[in-house]
């Protein structure tokens, strides 16, 4: 048999990591993207990335990577790369130019890069332009799916005349190791779309969530602002230093986090989950008054926090790439050991 075909637009971080997930699921995918070098580059670090797995015995999925390989193919043709797909994972950035005034303890540097453009009015338009093309040559069966981080489904999908076909996606980064996807629906999406896009992520070994509607941040990122936001207040008023900070997360709460969720805690830690809030709600909440006002993020605490992680791991990218490297080599190793403790 076939096997089912789907696509993804725009074939950078996010959109390369789709396509592994899909091909490791046993689903044919055409990559789609406006620039035929990055095509070209994705493909080639896809399989460098796919090879290097099956070497460590990470690889996802029953089939080889040669397997897998043979499943992925580029285009640069839009409608050629919907054609006969099932479902479409719409992936896309706009780089444009930032003037960036890097002001760092140990030097200063007016820094000209190229900055991915996200959240703004721009990408909004480029993002509802593609949907708008999607719109005119998909039927009435395909869904459209973006990966977006923070574009509300009302945003992006409003006045399409496929609005029950279209749902965001969220994964989280790497998506080939953290398995999480978002499903947030507009408030035209069919439900049929939300349970086909659930049932299509676990299809494919990913560990999909429902929001019964959209909100901002969705969920990933509303606990990890609140998270973010104590972590500023704590370090702005000194009372840890951000490295320490860090270490309570990584060597503390975060170790209990990955294998389970804050209300399980809750249940664990008590004898249930009601007997937890007998004892301890009055204690929460007395904490929880003391929390201060949503933080400026600049200023003192900003240089502050700059200046420690900066001698940490320095603002180069030779440096920050071998710890992003190390970081995913240790999700790796989490998605290793994770599967074989089965979480669930
Ligand atoms: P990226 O910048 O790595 O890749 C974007 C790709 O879009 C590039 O290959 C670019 O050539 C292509 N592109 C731009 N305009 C296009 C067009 N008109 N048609 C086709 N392709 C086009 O961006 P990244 O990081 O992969 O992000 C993509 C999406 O994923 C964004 O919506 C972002 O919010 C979301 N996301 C990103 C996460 C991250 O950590 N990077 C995490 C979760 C979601």
Redesign the pocket.
């Known amino acids: 048999m076939e096997p089912s075909q789907v696509a993804i637009?725009?074939?950078?971080?996010?959109?390369r990591s789709w396509a592994m997930v899909f091909a490791a699921g046993g689903f044919k995918v055409k990559l789609?993207?406006?620039?035929q070098q990055?095509l070209m580059s994705a493909l080639e670090n896809i399989r460098q990335q796919v090879k290097e797995m099956e070497k460590l015995g990470v690889l996802k999925g029953a089939l080889s990577a040669d397997q897998q390989l043979a499943l992925i193919s580029v285009c640069t043709d839009l409608k050629a790369a919907v054609e006969g797909a099932t479902f479409i994972q719409i992936?896309?950035?706009?780089?444009v130019l930032y003037l960036i005034f890097y002001d760092c303890f140990y030097n200063k540097l007016l820094h000209l890069v190229m900055r991915?453009k996200?959240c703004t009015p721009e990408n909004l338009e480029?993002k509802k332009k593609?949907f708008g093309q999607l719109d005119l040559i998909v039927d009435d069966n395909v869904i459209l799916s973006s990966?977006?981080?923070?574009l509300l489904p009302s945003k992006l999908f409003t006045g399409l005349k496929h609005v029950k076909q279209c749902i965001v996606s969220?994964?989280?980064?790497p998506p080939y190791f953290v398995p999480l996807v978002e499903i947030v629906p507009h408030p035209e999406t069919d439900p049929s779309t939300t349970e086909r896009t659930y049932a299509l992520m676990k299809k494919i070994g990913q560990s999909p969530v429902k929001l019964s509607r959209e909100i901002e941040g969705f969920v990933l990122n509303r606990l990890q602002y609140a998270v973010i936001s104590e972590a500023w207040r704590l370090v702005g008023e000194g009372v840890i230093s951000p490295t320490d900070l860090d270490l309570v997360m990584s060597d503390g709460l975060g170790m209990r986090y990955a294998f389970i969720g804050p209300l399980e805690t809750m249940h664990l830690n008590a004898e249930g989950v009601s007997n937890y809030c007998e004892r301890y709600a009055e204690g929460m909440r007395l904490v929880l008054n003391t929390f201060g006002p949503v933080p400026e993020f600049s200023g003192e605490t900003a240089q502050k926090v700059n200046q420690a992680l900066s001698e940490k791991i320095p603002v180069v990218p030779k440096a920050l790439d071998a710890r992003r490297k190390w970081r995913d080599e240790c999700l790796t190793g989490l998605a290793k050991l994770k599967t074989q403790m089965k979480s669930d």
């Open positions: 637009i725009g074939s950078g971080l996010i959109g789609y993207d406006i620039a990055q992936s896309l950035k706009v780089l991915p996200e480029l593609i990966s977006t981080s923070c969220h994964p989280v980064n």
